[in-house]
């Protein structure tokens, strides 16, 4: 019972963040099932991006059918992403679980507050006339890092993707967040697959109460999001991210007695 309820609080977090925001499920779970539930670092990741997989495509799916998602220039990342992944996940296997996660932490904590204090209210009249040579060569340098971050701390890359999608690449924010969960969905896969065929199968029953609870809080959220204005959505996504970076890093630094 008690692995059930941190499963499917951390799902709760995991999937509210990725349905929103397109952040990893691993940003919110590996630390919870590390601390809570005294699992490896290298399992505990390799069952948060499981978790990504489902919850990320049914929230690409939701904001693919509101005409939110950017399959074309979203293929370019992906696959430099997806081959970096498994990169940054080799390494990851050869490193101190204390190495790893703690980048993903601070990430989503200052990219809530960025939501909050500087909105993006790019249009998509404004992100179409962005030079189509010019984002193919910033996609391909970005799935550099993204893909490497993804694999070696487990994050999915949607933080990354996000701020690179909004801040670099200039969409408009709902159509980054589903582009960003179109990626991860295969990042996610990659990465979970390697750390499988590395690390070895994990807990069967916490993966799948991870699964489960992450993609039911994704689906509603995903929901939500494609209906509000971009007003709202940048004030719930940033109140989302800040809420769960602050929680994560009391949980990472903090531990209950």
Request: aromatic share 8%; with cysteine; glycine share 10%.
């Amino acid at each position: 019972m008690y692995q059930f309820l941190i499963c499917f609080i951390a799902g709760i977090g995991a999937g509210l963040g990725t349905g929103f925001a397109g952040m990893s499920a691993a940003a919110v779970i590996s630390p919870m099932l590390i601390t809570f539930l005294g699992l490896p670092a290298y399992e505990a990741v390799g069952i948060a991006l499981a978790s990504d997989v489902l919850a990320s495509a049914v929230s690409a799916y939701t904001y693919g059918k509101n005409k939110n998602l950017d399959i074309r220039n979203g293929l370019v990342m992906m696959v430099t992403v997806l081959l970096f992944t498994l990169v940054g996940s080799f390494t990851a296997s050869r490193v101190p679980n204390t190495t790893m996660g703690s980048f993903s932490v601070f990430m989503t904590l200052l990219l809530g507050i960025k939501f909050i204090v500087k909105p993006v209210m790019t249009t998509k009249e404004s992100m179409n006339s962005v030079s189509g040579k010019k984002r193919i060569v910033q996609s391909i340098v970005s799935g550099v890092i993204v893909g490497f971050i993804c694999g070696f701390i487990g994050a999915g890359g949607g933080m990354m993707m996000l701020l690179i999608l909004t801040s670099v690449l200039g969409y408009e924010l709902k159509t980054a967040v589903g582009t960003s969960v179109f990626i991860m969905a295969f990042t996610a896969l990659t990465g979970a697959v390697s750390h499988f065929v590395i690390g070895g199968m994990p807990d069967l029953w916490c993966l799948a109460c991870c699964v489960a609870s992450t993609l039911l809080w994704a689906r509603i959220a995903a929901k939500f999001a494609n209906k509000t204005s971009a007003v709202t959505l940048n004030r719930a996504t940033g109140i989302v991210l800040a809420v769960l970076g602050a929680a994560i890093l009391a949980v990472k630094y903090l531990p209950l007695p």
